[in-house]
């Protein structure tokens, strides 16, 4: 059974760092798209970084210049760097895993992580 991990979440004020990690596990063989979500309350799941397994990242126009999405393939894990936190960056973030491939299935699957907690005070 593939699983994400989350790690790193937590409180920090205006201004501070977080680093947020995902770890994939599961006899997987190949994962195409690596990436962070969010979710504020009473708003809608967003993107907030994904990186492909080239190495080539998309970042929302509200993070740019702000959080670093990056990948190493041989560990299966996805980072987030986020600098420059802003109070509306709190939210419950997501790791996503899209087009999972691994020895006891055939075909892709997506998967999503359990969520961690950031929240930025002003």
């Known amino acids: 059974q593939v699983q994400l991990v989350e790690s790193g979440g937590g409180l920090v004020q205006a201004g501070g760092s977080l680093r947020l990690s995902c770890a994939a596990s599961?006899?997987?063989?190949?994962?195409?798209?690596m990436g962070w979500y969010r979710q504020a309350p009473g708003k809608q799941r967003e993107l907030v970084a994904v990186?492909?397994?080239?190495?080539?990242?998309n970042y929302a126009d509200s993070v740019k210049g702000r959080f670093t999405i990056s990948r190493d393939n041989a560990k299966n894990t996805v980072y987030l760097q986020m600098n420059s936190l802003k109070p509306e960056d709190t939210a419950v973030y997501y790791c996503?895993?899209?087009?999972?491939?691994?020895?006891?299935?055939?075909?892709?699957?997506?998967?999503w992580g359990q969520g961690t907690q950031v929240t930025v005070s002003s």
């Open positions: 990186i492909t397994s080239g190495g080539i990242p």
């Open positions: 599961g006899s997987i063989s190949s994962i195409n798209v």
């Open positions: 996503n895993a899209e087009g999972v491939t691994a020895g006891y299935y055939s075909g892709y699957k997506n998967y």
